[in-house]
């Protein structure tokens, strides 16, 4: 194999390449693979944290955007045959094509920053197919993922993730730990989602509608943003005050509205 040529990290594709040793086993010992578990990592750059599962694992499936990485992530893990590169976009990317019968797929990745929120939705939308994810994120992002409600950054992306899974934030990396720096912290998450949602709702993309309605005004209360959609007998029949603003509702309110106004429509 020839010896590809040093790579200069883009920004476009979010790169931030981690160094840390330390760091890289703690995130391994997390994830806590085991041989012959179908792990699957968004964005393996050279292979920083790929290398700490495959040795463990055998096997492993990776989804990689930039092609001119790949010629040094082979090179890097040159001792792991059973390591399958797919060069796509984890963004259209279907996982739910690497599960078997038998095995859900467990998701890892220190994830490009720029595109982090919706390719965590894209994830959600498949959660069914998914045993458990463990994601690199900017502090941020976890602490809106792990938001509860009532806290400042409660908002659109706790409920739906939330209403999926559990979500842990395991512990913060600074900038210095990768190549180059971040501006900003960065924090590890757990995301298991549920065999079923504790609190189903009979249509998502409604619930999706209504946490979106539901925030589109923060400050605003609840009677406010559903103007035209839920009137004061409508806020009596669900059993909420509408005079509330929407980061005071929890996941089994926004799932009690969602099928209730389903139910109304018929
Ligand atoms: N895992 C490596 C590490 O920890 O050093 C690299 C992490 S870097 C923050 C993000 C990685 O995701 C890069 O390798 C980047 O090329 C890749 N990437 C960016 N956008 C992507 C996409 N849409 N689909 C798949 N990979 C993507």
């Not at 001792?79 to 859900?104: C, I, N, W």
């Amino acid at each position: 194999m020839s010896k590809p040529q040093p790579h200069k990290a883009r920004k476009r594709f979010g790169q931030n390449f981690l160094h840390d040793h330390g760091v890289i086993r703690k995130i391994v010992a997390c994830i806590g693979p085991k041989k012959g578990q179908r792990i699957v990592e968004i964005g393996p750059g050279k292979g920083a944290l790929t290398e700490g599962i495959i040795s463990v694992t055998e096997r492993m499936d990776v989804v990689e955007l930039d092609r001119d990485l790949i010629p040094i992530l082979r090179v890097n893990l040159f001792r792991y045959p059973d390591l399958t590169v797919h060069e796509a976009d984890a963004m259209k990317f279907d996982f739910t094509s690497l599960r078997t019968e038998e095995q859900a797929i467990r998701v890892v990745g220190n994830l490009p920053y720029n595109i982090s929120t919706p390719l965590i939705f894209h994830l959600l939308s498949q959660a069914s197919a998914i045993e458990d994810m463990h994601f690199m994120l900017q502090k941020e992002v976890v602490d809106r993922l792990a938001a509860r409600p009532g806290d400042s950054l409660y908002g659109r992306l706790s409920v739906m993730a939330q209403y999926y899974c559990a979500v842990e934030s395991l512990f913060i990396v600074g900038p210095e730990s990768f190549d180059p720096a971040p501006k900003v912290d960065s924090a590890i998450v757990r995301m298991t989602p549920y065999k079923t949602p504790p609190h189903p709702v009979n249509d998502i993309k409604k619930l999706e509608d209504m946490v979106r309605i539901g925030f589109q005004q923060r400050r605003k209360t609840l009677r406010n943003n559903y103007k035209g959609v839920l009137d004061n007998d409508d806020f009596a029949a669900v059993n909420i005050d509408p005079t509330l603003r929407p980061e005071r509702l929890d996941v089994e309110d926004f799932v009690r509205i969602t099928n209730y106004v389903l139910n109304k429509e018929g």
